[in-house]
């Protein structure tokens, strides 16, 4: 590799020993890989790997979209810095760009979904959201784009691949007598709901209230077995925003604990004000 890169013109540098810090970028796309991809399934052999390695390279590249990105795709992030004039540089193969479509399917009646959107229409409206709207949760951003872009599917449409991440999350505690056996003993149920399907991610009873423990254990069992969403609802508790005066304005620029974790992992962090906006409850 020295050889080459000398032949080439390109200059070799090391990072320190122990400091994957330095190679930030590297590290971030591993992970990625290793939670949207191969830790959420098996190959049997060496060529059912590489095929399906091509299909997730084409999603990676052309059709998954980051906030880091402001909504972008690595594509669209390329394209951007291109000289003008000079045709865009591929980042796979053009038989990797363009495999067999998959036909959404209704999980229940196993036929296509009538909720499907095209692929067209998908793309403006999220060209419509990183360009004109960007900052509105989904629901709202969704209300405007039917109102004055034209939008005629809802919401929620199905992916492209069963296994979907979800969009958005929403986590909420509950304290209640829960079990019937011991009515006199409360318990905190602790809830992650999917906004788009409703389907319930995950549940807890936590005997010491909604802790910074259990929110985070929580949290973490749904992100490792789904992958990252791009925005999580929440209520204005201590473990979610820190508020200065009761009842006051939330400070922002004083992060919680739970608040570092979503800035590093590039999750947008939305505030409910009422029980209409935690679908938990």
Not at 45 to 55: C, K, S
């Amino acid at each position: 590799m020295a050889l080459r890169s000398g032949l080439l013109g390109i200059r070799h540098r090391y990072i320190r020993p122990r400091r994957p810090q330095q190679n930030g970028k590297v590290e971030r796309s591993h992970r990625i890989d290793q939670e949207e991809f191969w830790g959420r399934q098996r190959f049997p052999d060496f060529e059912a790997a590489a095929a399906a390695l091509r299909g997730w390279e084409t999603r990676y590249n052309y059709e998954r979209f980051s906030l880091a990105l402001q909504g972008r795709t690595a594509a669209e992030k390329l394209a951007a810095h291109q000289p003008p004039g000079k045709p865009p540089r591929p980042l796979v193969s053009a038989r990797a760009r363009h495999p067999k479509p998959a036909v959404n399917l209704d999980r229940t009646q196993q036929v296509p979904s009538p909720k499907r959107a095209p692929v067209a229409d998908v793309q403006r409206l999220l060209a419509l959201y990183r360009d004109r709207d960007q900052g509105f949760n989904v629901r709202h951003f969704h209300s405007l784009a039917r109102r004055q872009h034209g939008v005629r599917f809802g919401h929620a449409f199905p992916s492209r691949r069963p296994g979907r991440v979800p969009a958005a999350l929403h986590l909420d505690g509950s304290r209640h007598r829960w079990l019937t056996r011991v009515p006199d003993h409360g318990l905190t149920l602790i809830a992650v709901v999917d906004d788009a399907t409703k389907r319930l991610l995950c549940a807890a009873l936590r005997d010491r209230g909604e802790s910074v423990v259990a929110i985070m254990t929580a949290l973490r069992a749904v992100l490792a077995r789904h992958g990252l969403p791009m925005a999580l609802y929440t209520d204005r508790a201590h473990w979610a925003v820190h508020t200065p005066v009761a009842g006051g304005a939330p400070d922002r620029r004083r992060l919680t604990q739970l608040g570092r974790a979503l800035a590093r992992l590039g999750i947008e962090p939305i505030l409910g004000y009422s029980p209409a906006t935690r679908r938990p409850q």
